[in-house]
């Protein structure tokens, strides 16, 4: 690499940059978390407008989630400026409804065919089972039986009539958008010679958790040698349960026998010891043999805390005391050196902060105790909009509102009036709480409508509060893939949570190797202070428990310092030294 005009790549490392600058054909990049892979991946596609000539038509990026291609896009925006736009950055989702939209008729569908929303599916569901409870069942058996699961005869002559009734309502739901793209470029190679012409480039990051659809669609749009670049991580990978599949990682190098394997090893986001601790928590399940990954210098290397709190409530004591030591800067002291953390006060702020928990239902007592002690909060969440009552109500009558200037948010506000004007009593609540949910993302939008409509149809999750707000991140395991927070808090790390485990079920060597790998993922989202919390005794739905503390616990090694809530001392409670 020629140090010379670093231009657009100027910002990687010597390894990041050897990768942005791979010419044509495919490309594998496996690197762990915080190595900069988005970044590279980000900066590779500036590089091949900027520098290399592409048209930037020609280039597809594939992203996990709606509110990665959005941040990708930005990125983009300031790294080459105006071609950005030119450039498709989509979901296998969204890209999935342009092709759609592109090819209706041969796939027998109306021009203004409509996404059916859960509520819709809900209903057709209903129809067709002829009780609701039935529905539901149904409803979950939906995904993995267009994913060419086993399913009995009765659920498969079920499905087959719930896509009867939706086309027949000229409808596709959040599935078909990749089932049918993928139908319509396997019957149709000229189509499908279309695309290759057209994205000659295309780059997919979290790799790692491709499905079986998305596998297929990819392998049509850039067969082997193609200009694809594949980036990922195989120990971050958490979607199995949606039919993710890592083996088409693993199986990249088969698939694209010329692809060059490049690894980065230069973690830039978390500290040593939290990044030494992540290393070991994840060895009995690494699917990276020799795994390189150490911190780049310059990270403050706090080592990790793990603490053991009496219940729940004490648990989320411990959460917001420690919060309120981090936010007063002086205060904290590191628990090994005795070293004051932090720069002062005012050096991290509720935006720094996130709590990350496995199941959903232990951010209750977490967000009361914030709440009760004064601090903002932002529950982030995997749900879509389009899920949450009024929403799409919201939407159909805001692509109808006879004015068609203003911002999108003056057009919403007419809409709702209209709505509220015209539901039932018992409704008007859901289309004012959907307009507080849609309102962040109208913002974004400023005055395209059009994109709003299209964003919530894509699935654009639920942010209940502005993402530039200040305040303390609530969210999912799950849903903190490929974040980063200067302060992590990983709660619950008891054995029946991290792994989780059903009542009922055991789970299996697989299943407890991708808690692993959550545990992992959770972890590695910290970048100067990360906090592994479990409780002595935890109530599980209405039932007080003992727990155990979780086995991914056990070997972090000296990364790690142990504190406990002082027993039987209700006030104040203390940090003490085990
Ligand atoms: P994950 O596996 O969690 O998705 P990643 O490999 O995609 O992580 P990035 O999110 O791209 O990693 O980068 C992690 C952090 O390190 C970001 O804050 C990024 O800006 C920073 N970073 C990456 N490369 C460099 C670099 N060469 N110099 C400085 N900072 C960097
Ligand atoms: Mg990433």
Redesign the pocket.
Known sequence: AAPSGAGVLA???PD?RAAAEVPAGPLLIV??????????V?HRLAHLVLERGVPAEQCLAITFTRRAAEEMTERLHALIGEPARQLTVATFHSFGLQVLREHHEALGLGADFGLADPARQHELLTAITGDERSARRLRQQLSPARRGGDSDPDTTAALKKYLAALREQNLVDFDDLVVLAVQLLTDHPDIAEQYRQRYRWITV??YQDVDELQYRLLRLLAPAEANLTAIG?PD?AIYSFRGADVGFFLRFEQDYPTAPVLA?T????SGAHILNGAVRAIAPSTLVADRQLHA?SGLPANRIVRHQAADERDEAAFVARTIDQLLGGASFHSLDSGRVDGDGPGSIGFNDIAVLYRTDAQSQPILDELVRCGLPVQKRSHDRLSARPGVELLVRELQHVGDRDGSVLDRLRSAAAVLLGSVPEDLRPDVHSAVELVTPLALRCGDDVARFCREIMLGAEVDTLDPRAEAISLLTLHAA????FPVVFVIGCEDGLLPLRWPGSQPTDDDIAEERRLFF?GM??AQEHLFLTHAARRTVHGSPQQRTRSPFLADLGPAVTDTRTAPRRPRPAQLTLL
């Open positions: 910002g990687l490392d990041q690197a762990g978390p915080g190595t900069g892979k988005t970044r590279t980000t990051d979290e991580d971050q980065l230069r973690n830039y986001r780049a893939k490929g974040l980063e993922v590695t989202r």
